[in-house]
Each structure stands twice: as structure tokens, then as C-alpha cells.
């Protein structure tokens, strides 16, 4: 059986890291190991990377997070979306993001973001909880 195919949100990877016993982090942990297939973007990464500087919980230098960017990006599925527009969905700042999915061909795009959440009903849209009770663990 093939493993599943993901695309984490931004949010999911920052707090997955910052807090590794999380629903996020138990995620994280499961790519890491293997047992899920993560696909992601240069716009999600470097999202990744603009956000992990406000962390203070993490205080990671920029040669660190340029390398824990590097890092997640090897491991990774790496796609280069179309850019396109959805016009259902609230936040336009989300358009990179659902694009990476649909680039993906994945089975899940795994959030917390709300905005994306409210397509959910035209897309497999979920949270990272949602997402933990149906395959975690």
C-alpha cells in the first residue's frame, strides 16, 4: 500500500517544530521517519523561513533556519505550482499554498489556517487533529 501523500501548511511545519509533542509535531515526526510522503513548495518553505524568526521559543539564528529550510527540502517532494486563482477561497494571500496541492496531486493539504479550511467542503482540506485521528499513530 502506498504511503499517503501531504501537503503541510506553513503553520503545521513552524508549529510541528516548535512543539515536537503536538498533534504538528507527531506530523513532522511521521515524515521524518518515513511513514508519510510530504510534498511542498519554494513558497512554503520560504514562508517557513520568514516566520521562524518571530519564534522565540525556537531562537534559531538565519544560517540555522537557512538550513533547517534546506534540510526539510531534501526529504521533501518538491513542486513548482501553476499560478492560479481560486476565486472560492477567502484569503488570496492562499492561493500559493492550495496550488502546492493541487500541483501535488496529494491526498490531504493538513492545516490550521481557517481561511483554507472554509474550502474543505471542495477540498480535502483538514486540520492537523482531523488528520492525526484518521492516519496518526
Known amino acids: 500500500m502506498a504511503r499517503l501523500r501531504i501537503v503541510p501548511d506553513t503553520n503545521v511545519l513552524v508549529s510541528g517544530l516548535a512543539y515536537p509533542g503536538s498533534v504538528p509535531g507527531r506530523i513532522v ?4 521517519q518515513g511513514a508519510l510522503d510530504v510534498v511542498l513548495s519554494r513558497y512554503i518553505l520560504d514562508e517557513m523561513a ?3 524568526p518571530r519564534l ?14 534546506d534540510a526539510f527540502m531534501f526529504p521533501a517532494d518538491m513542486v ?4 492560479t486563482r481560486e476565486a472560492a477561497l477567502r484569503d ?3 492561493q500559493p499554498v492550495l496550488a502546492t496541492w493541487k500541483a501535488a496531486q496529494a491526498q490531504y493539504l493538513v492545516t490550521g489556517d481557517k481561511d483554507l ?12 487533529s482531523e488528520f492525526w485521528a484518521r492516519h496518526g499513530g
Open 29 to 32: 515526526g511521521a515524515w521524518r
Open 56 to 69: 522565540s521559543r525556537l531562537r534559531l539564528s538565519e544560517s540555522e533556519i537557512r538550513d533547517l529550510v
Open 92 to 94: 488570496p494571500g492562499d
Open 80 to 83: 513548482d505550482p501553476e499560478a
Open 50 to 52: 520568514r516566520v521562524l
Open 117 to 128: 479550511l472554509a474550502s474543505a467542503d471542495r477540498y480535502p482540506i483538514v486540520t492537523p
